[in-house]
Nanobody, 115 residues
Framework: QEQLVESGGGRVQPGGSLRLSCSAS????????MGWYRQTPGAERELVAL???????SYADSVKGRFTLFRDGTKNTVDLQMNNLKPEDTAVYYC?????????WGQGILVTVSS
């Protein structure tokens, strides 16, 4: 499995911004797709945003217009810029990468949106 390392989480007030970064141990264009999921206690892990090898992005309806993915092939990173954060965005965020049926996950990083 590929190694994925997340960074950039933390605590922010409602309306604030955070940028999460996922660094891969291999060339990110090796992946069929790569992106971010999130999970809250008692809930299933849900898709936040995804980018495929062709550069096509998809976003959960709840984050459209607020979150943006950025891919950097020179650094092998996929960043998630999160703006206008809401308390309901509070979750553990996971980086995910897929090669065919093989899926790799990062360790998860906590984002807390609270006043």
């Amino acid at each position: 499995q590929e190694q994925l390392v997340e960074s950039g989480g933390g605590r922010v007030q409602p309306g604030g911004s955070l940028r999460l970064s996922c660094s891969a141990s291999t060339n990110i264009f090796f992946f069929n797709d790569m992106g971010w999921y999130r999970q809250t206690p008692g809930a299933e892990r849900e898709l936040v945003a995804l980018i495929n090898v062709g550069g096509v992005t998809s976003y959960a309806d709840s984050v459209k217009g607020r979150f943006t993915l950025f891919r950097d092939g020179t650094k092998n990173t996929v960043d998630l810029q999160m703006n206008n954060l809401k308390p309901e965005d509070t979750a553990v965020y996971y980086c995910r990468a897929r090669v065919a049926s093989r899926i790799s996950w990062g360790q998860g990083i906590l984002v807390t949106v609270s006043s």
